[in-house]
């Protein structure tokens, strides 16, 4: 039987997300360069939009971003024009002239500054949109730089909607933060280039105010509670890359085994990947119940609980597969 597609209810509510997007047939095409390019362009354009990031990890073949959507503010149009120069730092002779126009348009109050204004507006605190530009960005570089064409991207990026609970902002920002860990790239988060923490440990300022965002406090309290975090949820020294097999995970879970933190986020969840929705029992339920009213689903679309190694209550919302691991 084909199971119900399911979609979050609306990119556009405020909330915590963890998104995620894959190269086309899964290749690894990003090397250090482009990893940079990427990594900048994330920061550039969530200047742009209004979207927080929390932390992110850049792989081969792939990146996860951890962001909070805050709500729509009013912007005043000397900051429309700010962020305007923020995605287009260098323009062209027909931006710079078009530029000149709305300006004067904005200063005159005309309906050619009000289209522009709702049209910058709407790019703004969605989900779908920031990753919409941040993709298309990066596609037009990498296909100029590589003298290529096609597509970049393997499909839509997956969009989770997390709970702004703590632990689970928290638990999902060390598995994000551990992808280098997981691959056997680095043994120390630290130590891997491109990633939220080891961006935030070489300085830099908003890198710090994520961390500090997901665990709270000054800079100095922030470092020690995250990195605390990091390594006794996955980052202990260990040798390759995840400690345990799938098979392994399985058993000990379908014997009604609990697994520590640590060794559960050594691996890929595919709850922290494909789930729609993670927190609470109560947050996930009223998910749920938002689903089956709107899709007409009864069984289809049900909570399922996340075996508990020491983060508390887990929840996540979509059937999937294989339990745990992917």
Not at 233 to 262: F, I, T
Not at 299 to 323: F, Q, T, Y
Request: proline share 4%; hydrophobic share 40%.
């Amino acid at each position: 039987m084909r199971r119900a597609r399911i979609k979050v209810n609306s990119e556009l509510e405020p909330g915590v997300y963890h998104l995620i997007s894959r190269t086309v047939n899964g290749e690894w095409m990003f090397g250090t360069t482009a990893k940079e390019i990427l990594r900048r362009q994330m920061w550039q354009v969530a200047d742009f939009a209004g979207v927080e990031i929390l932390t992110y990890a850049i792989m081969s073949n792939h990146f996860h971003l951890l962001v909070r959507v805050p709500q729509r503010p009013e912007l005043s149009d000397a900051e429309l024009l700010r962020r305007y120069a923020v995605l287009y730092p260098k323009p062209t002779k027909y931006q710079v002239a078009r530029l000149e126009v709305i300006r004067a348009g904005l200063a005159a109050n005309t309906p050619i500054a009000e289209a522009w204004r709702k049209r910058q507006r709407a790019l703004m605190y969605d989900v779908s949109q920031y990753m919409k530009l941040l993709k298309e960005r990066f596609s037009i570089w990498y296909n100029a730089r590589h003298r290529r064409f096609g597509p970049v991207w393997a499909d839509r990026f997956k969009s989770q909607l997390l709970e702004g609970k703590e632990r689970v902002v928290q638990t999902v920002a060390a598995y994000i933060d551990l992808n280098c860990v997981r691959a056997g790239i680095s043994k120390d988060p630290k130590d891997y280039r491109f990633c939220g923490y080891a961006e935030a440990v070489s300085g830099q300022a908003r890198a710090r105010q994520g961390v500090q965002s997901v665990v709270g406090g000054n800079w100095e309290q922030a470092q020690r509670s995250y990195r605390l975090l990091l390594f006794t949820s996955g980052g202990a020294a260990r040798e390759g890359k995840a400690s345990l097999r799938a098979e392994q995970v399985r058993a000990a879970v379908e014997a009604g085994g609990k697994l520590s933190l640590p060794d559960v986020l050594r691996c890929r969840i595919r709850y922290f990947s494909e789930g729609l929705v993670l927190g609470g029992r109560e947050f996930v339920d009223g998910h749920v119940a938002a689903y089956r009213t709107k899709h007409s689903l009864t069984h289809r679309v049900k909570r399922h609980d996340l075996p508990d190694p020491g983060w508390g209550e887990i929840a996540g919302l979509r059937p999937l597969r294989g339990a745990l691991l992917s």
